[in-house]
């Protein structure tokens, strides 16, 4: 019995990613909007209420493809910040950077269905809050312990902006201060914006040599939060 139930288990793993697999394929040709489950089904070779009993609807589908992304540039990311050549955070900042930009590069369609136009009709539930934060988190924790060794230079904080950035940091970083909360957010949603122009074709006749073009940028990201630069 165990063995049948291994066999199940295997199987239906194997079905759920080539279910994913075709999905992704259908993104690409036709975008997020017109994901049709009947037309995975029928690419797969199976009968709609086949797949149904994997995924019941076009938006558990959806879902499961949006926490895939996530947890695949927020595994880039990670692994960039383990494997830095140097501990220093500045460098790891921009380490971690280019990690999202060629994991993004490598994967236009899946990064189109996270950062692009929201899908019609879809919300994303509870379930994507956490793979959405990896990246986030992992630029954090570079300043954490940036803060902890050889410190950060602290960012201005405008007065009036000085509640919200209270309560952003007493959300997502209670140990740092206000101003670097807020500063981590700025260069969380510029570095997002860096790699959409470029993804979605902004740059086009603007910016030649992209790869330091984006280097530089996210190392000023990283200046702007406070990491020191060497020496």
Do not use: N
């Not at 279910?19 to 017109?34: M, Y």
């Not at 690419?43 to 797949?51: H, I, P, R, T």
């Not at 900042?93 to 490598?106: E, G, I």
């Amino acid at each position: 019995m165990t063995t049948v139930r291994g066999a199940r288990a295997r199987a239906r793993i194997e079905i759920t990613a080539a279910i994913k697999d075709e999905a992704r394929t259908q993104l690409a040709a036709e975008g997020a909007a017109k994901l049709s489950l009947r037309a995975v089904a029928r690419e797969l070779g199976m009968v709609s209420s086949a797949l149904y009993r994997y995924f019941p609807s076009r938006d558990d589908l959806l879902t499961a493809l949006i926490v895939d992304a996530y947890d695949a540039v927020g595994a880039a990311a990670e692994q960039a910040a383990a494997e830095a050549v140097t501990d220093r955070p500045l460098d790891r900042w921009t380490a971690v950077c280019r990690a999202v930009r060629a994991w993004a590069l490598a994967h236009p369609h899946e990064y189109a269905l996270i950062y692009g136009s929201p899908v019609p009709g879809y919300t994303a539930p509870q379930d994507t809050v956490v793979p959405a934060s990896r990246v986030g988190l992992v630029l954090i924790e570079i300043a954490r312990r940036a803060h902890a060794t050889e410190g950060v230079a602290l960012p201005p904080l405008a007065d009036d902006l000085r509640p919200e950035a209270v309560r952003m940091s007493a959300d997502f970083a209670p140990d740092l201060a206000p101003a670097l909360a807020v500063a981590l957010v700025a260069a969380w949603a510029q570095l997002f914006g860096l790699v959409s122009f470029e993804v979605f074709g902004q740059f086009h006749r603007v910016v030649e040599d992209r790869d330091t073009f984006f280097a530089t940028a996210a190392r000023r990201l990283g200046q702007d939060v406070g990491l020191l630069p060497r020496g």
